[in-house]
């Protein structure tokens, strides 16, 4: 199975102070993500490259908070364009890949849904399923 990489997930405290200090690319998406209480914004680097998936937890109790707390943010994950959720657990199953989140409906991609999962390297990767 072969995935085109979609974006780069990074953790922030504050997007706006974040894009103020960085090169960033155009901002396409700034929504409020309820099911992971943030504040998700995307970059758009042109098509030939990934875009950056900013994400700002809201609350102690964000999906992302603890990682925040823990590592005062960064690189989270990595995440993959698929055809359809059967095809993203199918590949779990086939690389011992532990689904960690999802599926659910993410707000940043115009409510496609998405999955997460962890990986033997210790790696969190997303997998957005894009409905052509």
Known sequence: MNFR????????ADIDR?????LSGEVFSDVVDPIQD???VLLDHGSEHPNT?????????????????????????LCYEAPSID???DYFKLNRIKCIYGPVSAPAFNNQDVIFGYTS???????VIIND
Request: hydrophobic share 35%; proline share 2%.
């Open 5 to 12: 990489l979609n974006h780069i997930g990074i953790v922030v």
């Open 18 to 22: 974040y894009l103020k200090h960085s």
């Open 38 to 40: 943030a504040r998700i």
């Open 53 to 77: 998936e900013l994400i700002q937890p809201l609350s102690i109790t964000a999906t992302t908070a603890g990682y925040l707390k823990r590592t005062s943010g960064g690189y989270h994950h």
């Open 87 to 89: 095809e993203v657990t």
């Open 121 to 127: 390297n210790r790696e969190i990767i997303e997998f």
